[in-house]
Each structure stands twice: as C-alpha cells, then as structure tokens.
C-alpha cells in the first residue's frame, strides 16, 4: 500500500521558488531517503507533507489524506522530527513524552519509548541539560510517542558524534522494524546509503533521481576500475578480449583495468585462469557520494564539517 | 479536558521552574508593599484622607504590579520564547489544538496571580493591619475582570512577537504605561483629573479595585464625574474579549 504520495507539488516564497515539481511515492514500511544540496526544496518539501506549509499546486496524500484539509487525522498518523524545532528548557525528558502522548488518541506506551531510546536513565533531567545526542533521541522519541504509522525525520544526526550516528542509525531500523514507514531527510550520503530503502535525490526543487541507493549508483557512473600487480609477466590481451573490459593501463607494473557489468569477477576468472596471481588487488568502489555529485552536480557536505557548523 | 488539564500541570511546573518570574510576579508585591509599609511617614494617618495611611490607599497598586508583570511581561515572553526556539512549531505538528497552549498558559498566568494577591492581601492585613476587601464579591469581580483585560493586551503581544526579546521590549514598554497608570510611579491621589479618569478605563482598573477593596480609599482616588463601578467593570470585559479576538485572529505558529 502506499503511504505516501507527493505529486507535482509546487512552492514559492515570494518570487523564490522554493519547491518547482516535485513527485515521489513512498510504500508502506519503507526507509524512504531524500537527498540533495542545501536549498534544494528537501525542507520545504516535508514542510508541505507535515501541514505546516499549503502548496502553491499539486497534491499530496498522507495515508490517502490531505495534510491540509484533514489536518486533524493526518496529525494522528504522522510523526515528525523537524529542524528548527525544540522544546522548554526547563521541561523533563517524563513530563514531555507524557505531555506529548496526551495529544493523540491512541499513544504509543511513552515509558516503553524512553526504554527503546535509552532515555530512562535521564527521565527526570532537563531538556536543557540533555546532550546533543540525547536531545535528538528524546526528539526521535516525540516523533514517534503518537504511535504514528509514518515518521518524518529531517536531518537526524546533524550535530552527533560518529557513535551517536551509528546509534541512531540502529535505532531508526529498529523503529522500521515496528512497520513504520519513515521518511528521511539528511545531507549525509553515509547516512542515505545505510538506512534507505529507496532515495530521491532533489536538486533546484525538482527530483533529479528515484531509485535504490545501489540504483542511484550504477546509474550515475555504470564505469568501474579494478587495480593490482602481477606476479609474473601476463599479456594485456588476456585482459582486454574480455567483454566487460573496456581499457587496460600499465604504469610502473601497477594495472588499471577499466569497464562494466560485473568486471571484478570476469578480470579475477581471466587472471585465474592465466595462472597469474593478482596482488594489491583494489576495486573502485563508487558510493553514493560520487552518485550525488553526478546528479547535482555538486559535492556533498561531510558530517565533520557540519558537526564543526553545528558545535 | 485530562489533555488540558496535563499541559497546565507541565506549564505549573516549567512556571515554578522559573524562579524570577516567581519572585518578580508572585513574591514581589507583598514584599513591595512590606518594604513600603515600614517606612513611618506612609504608615501616618492624615486627616486630609479622612484618616487613612497613604499605605491604605496605595495597597492595591502593588496588587496590581504582580498583575502587570505576569500578564504583559511573563506570559507574552514564554509564548514568544516558544516561537522563536520552535517549540510553537513543533506543537503546530501534534493533534493538539493551539487554543489548548494559550487556554494553558493563562490558566497558569492566572492562578499565579491568585496566589500572589491571596498572599499580598494576608501579609498586608496580618503585618500592616491593612483590612481585607471590604466587598469581596465585588473586588473578587474587579480582580478577575480586570486581570482577563490585561492578559486580553498581553495576549495580543504574544500573539505577535517574534522573538523573546521582542516581547519583552512590548512589555517593558507597556508594563510602564500601565503602571503609571496604576499609581506605581506617582500616587493617584496626587494625579490631576484627566489622568485619574483616563486610568479608570486602563486595565487592570485600579480605581474598580480601589473602591472594592475599600471604600474610603475609593472615594479619595475616585474622580468628580467617575464612572459607576460596574461600568469600570463592563469596559475591562470589553477590553478583555477585543483583547483575545484580535489576539486569536492575529496569533502565528512561527
């Protein structure tokens, strides 16, 4: 079933167009990632989807209702864990999950939340003392103490340290786990490839890219690269009568054989039985990283740098 | 209405947390009044004021001190405050309605002044034998309706403000309008006519409360041509319901 459809939506703020034409589907209990530059229309775009924002035109349906004309039971269902959002200095992590579980009609058990992540132990601190990272799950955990059957996260583990990242990274397949469909927005490519199901990469407000982070991969760079030595001499023919193989390099007796498909395994089967042993043997692995800046254009941001942004 | 009830209990709690505005708002006008009351020359009796203490007759406006600074300085910088850190935006995302937030805060920003003037009026009669209301149904109707005009003005800020300090800018600047007003800063019986008139129509009311509280004090700060009390009443309900419609029709998330 699918728990999300976006079509064609449209957003200006004034004369700046913030969204153009955006479109995506996202299936019940499905990772969905959004990626894309700063600026792109990732925020605005789950803006519009969570009601705080009307679109200028196209539609969206949350669970088949409109986010702004059912506002009410759209609430009910989704969760949200926004940017620029946050909460009384002065409130403990109890009192808000308890606060926050007396808004919907049928709550998730909020002690059961605060076990999951791993916030008992500071039940009775102040938001305002908490650590980064323990805002963050407490944020995660308001998201999800409506007992939503969609959670939007937008830029998770901006500000976290790699540990905390990886954490909550479990954490997110943990509540997915539950058959919670979940939205993602992040900036970090790491982040995308390990936790999606599927990705949209969003560039100048419209979708550039839809597919499988393995998709997204091979469909921005279907070249890969293969390194090594030899150990004895080989003739570049073995090689380069190979269907995948589209060139062989030699420099300084280090081999670059470049092609498609599944070249590792044809090169490997051809060096074997050549009797020839490859050693220092390397593949090129491209990442989504590399994907990203073949569809915008642009490199994406590092979590180093915007952990030093954010401290 | 137990969803209700659970957001004024966390807002109770996140108030006491708070321990300025429980000093500033709640402890401050008994203690004003304390402080004043054991200077001689205001305990005097006079017999231009038919013998009563100038303490007598300034009592109320320390009343109204509590009152001034909770419903246009505290309540407008916590809504403010909410907005400006997202936390208005982050509720706006919930089923919560947003009539629940400010029907919350004002709840709370009202019982904390019950408590300040339960406590003002107990310490001003146990310490300085100043006489409770003398028509305590009446005060009690002054009180209520002339503290919904002032959160009526504060709620309009609150509605508004963009950010803490831009609430707390309005506030200051009203806080010392409607003090003036409210005799903090030259006593009523010293102010000329037009003034005293113009300060029966500004909330909280001062002349209303005045009168309720006691009668001799009323007739000394009471104007030639003043208004009736219960059309000082009437005009503090006007206030208060424009108030909270402009405040409703006006008030933003973000």
Do not use: C
């Amino acid at each position: 079933m699918t728990a999300l459809e976006v079509r064609n939506l449209h957003k200006r703020y004034g004369r700046q167009i913030a969204v153009d034409d955006v479109s995506f589907t996202v299936e019940e209990g499905e990772i969905f990632g959004i990626i894309g530059p700063n600026g792109a229309g990732k925020t605005t775009t789950v803006e519009s989807i969570a009601g705080l924002r009307t679109p200028d035109s196209g539609s969206i349906r949350v669970l088949g209702l409109d986010p702004i004309k059912d506002r009410a039971e759209v609430r009910e269902r989704l969760g949200v864990q926004l940017q620029e959002s946050s909460f009384p200095d002065a409130i403990k992590v109890a009192e808000a999950l308890d606060l926050y579980s007396s808004f919907y009609r049928d709550p998730a058990d909020w002690r059961e939340l605060m076990e999951l992540l791993g916030l008992t132990e500071k039940r009775d601190t102040r938001y305002k003392a908490l650590s980064g990272g323990q805002k963050q799950r407490l944020s995660i955990a308001l998201a999800l103490v409506g007992g939503p059957r969609i959670a939007i996260l937008d830029e998770l583990t901006t500000g976290l340290d790699p540990q905390a990242r990886r954490d909550t990274w479990s954490l997110i397949e943990r509540v997915r786990d539950t058959g919670v469909t979940i939205l993602l927005v992040t900036h970090f490519m790491d982040e995308a490839e390990r936790l999606s199901d599927r990705i949209a990469v969003i560039d100048g407000g419209r979708v550039a890219a839809v597919d499988t982070p393995a998709g997204l991969i091979a469909r921005s760079s279907p070249v890969q690269q293969v390194r090594f030595r030899v150990s004895q001499p080989l003739d570049t023919s073995v090689l380069t009568r190979l269907p995948d193989v589209t060139d062989v390099e030699i420099t300084e007796g280090r081999w670059l054989v470049t092609g498609r498909g599944q070249l590792l395994s044809s090169v490997a089967g051809a060096l074997a039985r050549a009797q020839v042993v490859a050693e220092d043997l390397r593949v090129d692995q491209r990442n989504l990283d590399d994907a990203f800046v073949a569809f915008t254009g642009r490199a994406p941001q590092s979590p180093e740098s915007s952990e030093r942004k954010g401290a | 209405m137990p969803a209700l009830l659970k957001m004024v209990k966390v807002e109770t709690r996140l108030f006491l947390r708070d321990s300025a505005t429980v000093m500033f708002g709640v402890l401050f006008p008994a203690g004003l009044l304390l402080v004043l009351g054991s200077i001689p020359a205001l305990k005097e009796s006079s017999p231009e004021t038919g013998g009563l203490r100038s303490i007598d007759i300034w009592a109320p406006t320390a009343l109204v001190f509590g009152m001034v600074m909770i419903a246009v300085q505290h309540v407008p910088a916590v809504i403010a405050t909410y907005r400006e850190r997202g936390i208005l935006r982050r509720l706006s995302t919930t089923p919560a309605p947003p009539r629940r937030v400010l029907l919350a805060q004002m709840i709370v920003a009202f019982a904390s002044v019950v408590v300040s003037a339960a406590l003002m009026i107990f310490l001003a009669w146990a310490v300085l034998d100043i006489a409770p209301p003398e028509r305590p149904l009446e005060f009690l109707a002054a009180f209520v309706v002339g503290y919904a005009a002032l959160l009526g003005i504060g709620m309009i800020s609150a509605a508004v403000a963009r950010t803490s300090s831009a609430a707390n800018q309005i506030g200051t600047l009203l806080f010392v309008a409607l003090m003036f007003f409210g005799g903090a800063f030259l006593p009523r019986t010293l102010m000329p006519d037009v003034l005293r008139e113009a300060g029966e129509s500004v909330p909280p009311g001062l002349q209303a409360l005045t009168a309720a509280w006691s009668a001799e004090a009323g007739e000394i700060t009471a104007t030639a041509g003043g208004r009736p009390f219960w059309l000082q009443i009437a005009i503090m309900a006007g206030i208060a319901v424009a108030g909270s419609a402009i405040a409703a029709k006006l008030f933003r998330w973000e």
